[in-house]
């Protein structure tokens, strides 16, 4: 931390340099040399005069009331009379320094999420299917991901995960999944990687997933689950919706992962459609009413989500033209 030397005559200054010891002492006129990003500790009227961007604690007389009421509306974190400072000043600058980096963490928070969501797949071209997808987050980052890529000429592979929990820490799991997954040829292949990743670094998070290859040329699609709910759902073209199997546990709770694959053609305008478990948020029930409104509404291609959800949102559909 730094105090700056106050530019005029201050009493209680010998004082107040004493209740900081080893805190780097630097002048008004070397501020551009030092990095603006350390709580600095300073004169009420210096902060005022010289208006730089340092996280500053100002330090003023207790008849100054209105300049303090000034520094707090161009910024200052605390203020603090010259001959009144806390007991235990080091703790209390050790308190201010801490909030005041878990609020810079929040305003970086809408940049993240912007490039959060550049890291999602750009549609590609895939002869007789139309892929969709949904994407809401509950906050400004989501601990929800998907992503699709062509492994040859006929054939596609995708996922959809939610990492446990909300937040940064969960957003940062999608982020290694898309950067890690080192674009997977088989859906078993693929959820065992990723299992074995995150139990060997001992993540105290785990992730769900279904995983897939379509072949476009053949529409045969073979898929795995790793303890997904809700379950991937076939809609045929005037027939029942289908609940397709779901099996395995989720990824990262014990190396011992048996995974199953399975497998079902594409008929002409079938929907293959993977849901994150924040889809089910809306409906109100429990998880079985919940699902069968759900399917419903896909179904009828009615789903809505609410403006403001309690979980994140995502879905992705593969959807056969002809």
């Excluded at 961007?53 to 303090?68: N, R, W």
């Amino acid at each position: 931390m730094y105090f700056i030397q106050p530019t005029r005559t201050v009493s209680h200054l010998e004082s107040v340099i004493q209740a900081l010891p080893d805190i780097h002492m630097i002048q008004v006129d070397e501020l551009s040399q030092y990095d603006e990003n350390i709580l600095a500790i300073a004169d009420v009227q210096d902060f005022l005069t010289y208006k730089w961007s340092f996280p500053t604690i100002v330090l003023a007389y207790e008849h100054e009331g209105s300049a303090l009421a000034e520094a707090w509306q161009a910024g200052a974190l605390a203020g603090w009379v010259w001959h009144k400072i806390p007991k235990d000043p080091l703790k209390q600058l050790g308190k201010i320094d801490a909030q005041y980096k878990r609020n810079q963490d929040s305003r970086d928070l809408p940049s993240a999420a912007v490039l959060q969501k550049k890291l999602l797949p750009d549609d590609i071209d895939v002869p007789n299917y139309k892929i969709e997808s949904f994407f809401q987050p509950s906050a400004y980052l989501s601990g929800d991901w998907y992503d699709y890529w062509k492994i040859n000429d006929q054939e596609i592979m995708f996922y959809l995960a939610d990492v446990s929990g909300h937040g940064v820490a969960s957003s940062l799991l999608t982020s290694w999944m898309a950067a890690f997954h080192g674009r997977s040829k088989k859906p078993r292949s693929l959820i065992k990687k990723l299992n074995g990743m995150l139990v060997q670094e001992n993540i105290e998070k785990h992730i769900t997933m279904i995983t897939g290859i379509l072949n476009f040329e053949t529409h045969q699609l073979r898929w795995s689950s790793a303890g997904h709910y809700p379950p991937a759902i076939l809609f045929n073209e005037n027939e029942p919706p289908i609940i397709l199997n779901t099996s395995s546990f989720p990824l990262g709770l014990t190396e011992d992962l048996e995974v199953e694959e399975f497998e079902c053609t594409l008929s002409k305008n079938a929907r293959f459609m993977v849901c994150s478990d924040g889809a089910l948020e809306p409906f109100e029930g429990g998880l079985n009413d919940q699902l069968q409104q759900l399917i419903q509404h896909l179904q009828n291609q009615t789903f809505e989500a609410p403006e403001h959800v309690a979980d994140d949102i995502a879905i992705l559909t593969l959807r056969r033209k002809k």
